[in-house]
């Protein structure tokens, strides 16, 4: 009774908070000061549309309900096939969209996981309940502050800064992972901040244009009109639009934009893959954009637009004990820590995000491979893997025609389409790989780029843990976990969650590859910022 009470006492809250916010806030608004960049090139307008799938814009096309993005189909390049991050959460996907890295470098492990060091969880935002849990001020600090200027390495210089250290201005509008180098402040509702008993501003670092719902905006209007507690704050399609088309009525479009279009993702998760809707109503968002300009061939003028999903889903049982699996109820051989509070005895944490999990080993007398095999045991886990205290990667897999273990490592004789090397040995079939041994070559199959994306979640953060997916049509549930049953659901390495298609506009110019990882490079090449510095350690030359 007690958190249930607890719950509809924070919602009651949390819609009040949104409410009361979008009438009383004060206006975060950083003033445009006008100005013009001597970018000379076309500008660059990179569009990522939440949970765009091939098959629902197929869907959507034979209905004839997206003019706006046959429009660009008509003018552009469409492709399948372009390989997300891993996990497939938007704020690891986007840090390596933004910095060019996988989690093992921009170390963003996932929407949920767990900061052994400081023994703490880290949640930007899951299910209700386990915000609840977690408890609402770290998750605000957290997904406000942390995330950007703490948790997203140093290392990992963002496109927003390096365009600036190049002179170029950018913008970035409602993306989650943002850092730049201009100073903005974020205000938090009064009520929001109360309930959350977190701080009412949030100093932190973005590009020269930046917004992000409710919480920043470049237009001042932009909060009255789409920030309310039920438009989610202003993390909508609306607001994000109605932010860029200010700028386009400015003329202070820059060099580089991000825009972010969250709202097909809760279509997807709620009626699934297949469901048109989410992208019909982000198409009219789309057909609004570009009617900014006058008229859609001139928005093509001096523009290279590009459009991308940012993960898939994977279409979910339509039964919930077919649809989720009871991770703890696995693990129950262990002591598993609650989200509210973590004993001296726990053995083992667990961090679902979906169709991924983290498992942390609290207790060192703990061996991974114990709580691998236990791992195993359940048919709908599909890839289990860890770190071995030689630095192998060691996986195992749960489902039915999967014995055996890979075991692999970075640098050996044996090269992938990215150009990475691997030593392999095992059963490759646990990941699908196919080798060509005399010529000393590895392909992906169901799992795209797999080694390195694994191999980037398991260097992601310290401590002893496990990576475990989940099979087709299933996800993990643990402790206050939301599942999507019937509907859709990501997280995962599997080709469903992580193949997503690049619609590019204006240029005949091409990434080096067709991943979300070197898209940054490329828009860095197509804003003519000259060649990327070699500044960081880019991992694709093992
Ligand atoms: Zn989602």
């Given at each position: 009774?007690k ?6 006492r ?6 009040l ?5 979008a009438c009383?806030g004060?206006?975060?608004t950083s003033?445009?000061r ?9 500008r ?30 008509k ?58 849990k977690v ?6 600090t ?6 950007n ?9 963002t ?15 409602n993306?989650?992972?943002y ?9 938090v509702?009064?009520?929001?901040a109360?309930?959350a ?11 020269p244009?930046?917004?992000l719902?409710?919480f ?6 932009s ?10 704050l202003g993390m909508?399609?609306?607001?994000s ?11 202070q ?24 809707r ?5 198409d009219?968002?789309?057909q ?29 049982a ?7 699996i009871?991770?703890?109820?696995t693990?129950?051989?262990y002591?598993?820590?609650g ?9 083992l ?6 169709r991924?999990?983290?498992?942390y080993?609290?207790d060192?007398?703990?061996a ?27 996986v195992l897999s749960?489902?039915?025609d ?6 692999y ?5 044996t ?15 646990l ?17 795209p780029?797999?080694?390195a994306?694994l191999?980037g979640?398991?260097?992601s953060q310290?401590?002893?843990f496990?990576v475990?997916t989940s ?8 402790e ?7 509907g ?6 599997h ?11 204006g240029?005949?110019?091409?990434p ?21 510095q ?5 991992s694709?030359?093992?």
């Amino acid at each position: 009774m007690k958190s249930r009470h607890l719950i509809c006492r924070f919602i009651i809250g949390w819609l009040l908070l949104g409410w009361m916010a979008a009438c009383s806030g004060p206006e975060s608004t950083s003033p445009l000061r006008m100005q013009s960049d001597a970018h000379a090139g076309k500008r660059v307008v990179l569009i990522v549309l939440d949970s765009l799938m091939d098959e629902t814009l197929q869907e959507a096309l034979r209905g004839g309900k997206l003019p706006a993005l046959s429009f660009l189909m008509k003018h552009g390049r469409y492709e399948t096939g372009m390989v997300s991050s891993f996990p497939t959460m938007s704020v690891t996907i986007d840090s390596t969209l933004l910095t060019g890295t996988y989690a093992d470098q921009h170390r963003i492990p996932g929407l949920f996981w767990f900061d052994v060091p400081h023994r703490r969880y880290v949640n930007y935002g899951s299910s209700l309940v386990e915000i609840m849990k977690v408890g609402p001020h770290s998750v605000l600090t957290d997904s406000l502050f942390a995330l950007n200027n703490e948790h997203l390495s140093k290392q990992t210089p963002t496109l927003h800064e390096t365009l600036a250290a190049r002179g170029m201005r950018s913008a970035s509008i409602n993306a989650l992972i943002y850092r730049g180098p201009s100073p903005h402040t974020l205000e938090v509702p009064k009520t929001v901040a109360a309930a959350a008993s977190g701080s009412e501003r949030y100093q932190t670092f973005g590009p020269p244009l930046f917004s992000l719902g409710a919480f920043a905006s470049i237009d001042p209007s932009s909060r009255r009109q789409h920030a309310h507690s039920w438009q989610k704050l202003g993390m909508n399609d609306a607001y994000s639009v109605h932010e860029f088309r200010y700028l386009v009525e400015q003329g202070q479009l820059p060099p580089f934009t991000l825009l972010y279009l969250p709202g097909n993702d809760q279509d997807i998760h709620r009626f699934g893959p297949a469901h048109p809707r989410g992208l019909a109503k982000a198409d009219k968002q789309l057909q609004n954009l570009l009617n900014a300009f006058g008229s859609w061939e001139k928005a093509l003028e001096d523009i290279i637009w590009i459009v991308i999903g940012d993960s898939g889903q994977a279409a979910m049982a339509a039964d919930r004990s077919e649809e989720a699996i009871p991770i703890r109820q696995t693990l129950d051989a262990y002591r598993v820590a609650g989200l509210e509070e973590i004993r001296p005895e726990d053995q083992l944490v667990i961090c679902v995000n979906e169709r991924m999990a983290y498992i942390y080993l609290l207790d060192p007398q703990l061996a991974p491979d114990a709580v691998a095999e236990a791992l195993r045991k359940e048919p709908r886990i599909d890839v289990i893997a860890w770190k071995d205290a030689e630095g192998k990667i060691r996986v195992l897999s749960g489902l039915a025609d999967r014995e055996g273990e890979l075991v692999y490592a970075r640098a050996g004789d044996t090269t992938d389409p990215y150009g990475q090397t691997w030593s392999l040995e095992g059963n490759l079939r646990l990941l699908d790989l196919t080798v060509d041994y005399s010529g000393g070559r590895v392909s992906y199959g169901d799992y795209p780029d797999a080694l390195a994306r694994l191999y980037g979640a398991l260097h992601s953060q310290e401590g002893s843990f496990l990576v475990a997916t989940s099979a087709e049509r299933s996800e993990f549930r643990s402790e206050g976990t939301y599942v999507h049953k019937g509907g859709g659901a990501h997280g995962s390495l599997h080709k469903l969650d992580s193949l997503v298609p690049l619609l590019t506009v204006g240029t005949e110019e091409r990434p080096a590859h067709l991943r979300i990882k070197d898209l940054r490079d490329w828009i860095l090449r197509l804003l003519d910022a000259g060649t990327p510095q070699q500044s960081r350690t880019d991992s694709a030359h093992w």
